[in-house]
Structure formats: structure tokens, C-alpha cells
């Protein structure tokens, strides 16, 4: 996953998979939705990121992870 901030357009794009962009739908005011030729999510664009996002230059990235279970044999 790749997130690029661009100040000069004020977009944020979260991309999620590199390949081309087959369909795009604006889910609501700003927001953009890219999806590949096989119909799955490629990536989501911000427009005007700065009026949604308080720090768009600064991201946190966090995996949660499960926690392993015991297996009993």
C-alpha cells in the first residue's frame, strides 16, 4: 500500500494495488473511488484532503495483529 500526499493539489491517494484504473465512482463530495478491470478496489482520492484531514503530511500506520491461540493436540 502506497499514501501520497500532494500539497500543490491538496489530494491524498491511498493506493492499494499498482495497476491501472479501469472505473472510478465519486462516493460523496471529494471522494474518489478507483477500481481495477477485475472490479476490485484500487485506490481512494481525497480532494481537498486538508479540509478532511487534520495533518494530511502526517500519517500513522498500525497492524494489529491477532493474538495466537494454543492448539491442543
Not at 16 to 33: K, L, N
Amino acid at each position: 500500500m502506497k499514501v501520497i500526499y500532494d500539497a500543490e493539489t491538496d489530494t491524498l491517494d491511498l493506493i492499494f494495488r499498482d495497476e491501472p484504473i479501469a472505473e472510478s465512482d465519486e462516493a460523496r463530495d471529494g471522494v474518489i473511488i478507483d477500481y481495477g478491470k477485475d472490479g476490485r478496489l484500487v485506490s481512494i482520492e481525497v480532494l481537498d484532503a486538508s479540509e478532511h484531514i487534520r495533518e494530511p503530511r502526517t500519517i500513522t500506520y498500525e497492524a494489529k495483529t491477532t493474538p495466537t491461540t494454543p492448539t491442543t493436540r
